[in-house]
C-alpha cells in the first residue's frame, strides 16, 4: 500500500452521525423527557434523537428526544433549517455509571445500520 492510498482510507473512514450521536447525555439523572407528550422515558427504552449540526460547527447538538409512542409523529423532519442537517436517529437509552461521582446518568445509543436513521436533511434542503 502506497502512502496516497493511506490517506484515502483515513479520509473515506469519518465519523458518522449515529457515532457522533452515541453517548450523548440525555435527561436528568435516570430519566429523560420525551419532548411531545412529556413522559417519562427510561433506560432500555426505544427513543428517537432529533439532532441538528450547523454547517459552521463540527458538533451535533441534540434538539429533542421523543419516545416510541411519539415516534408515528415526529420521527419525520417537516420544516428542514437552512444552513444546517437535520438527522433523526433512532436508539434507545442506556444507564451509565460514572465513578468519579458515584451516580448514574442516561445516555443515547443509536441503534446501526441504515435503517436507524429515520430522517436527514442536508443543509441545502431548508427552501
Ligand atoms: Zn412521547
Redesign the pocket.
Known sequence: MTARDADHVVTTISTTPQQALSGTAVGTGSFAQ?A??Q?SIGEGSTVALRAHRFTDETRWTTAAI??S??LPDHGTITTPTTGAAEIVVAGRLTLRGDAATQSHRLVFTADEGPAAVLDYSGPDDGH
Do not use: I, K, M, N
Request: glycine share 0%; with cysteine.
Open positions: 420525551c411531545s407528550c413522559c421523543h419516545c409512542r411519539c
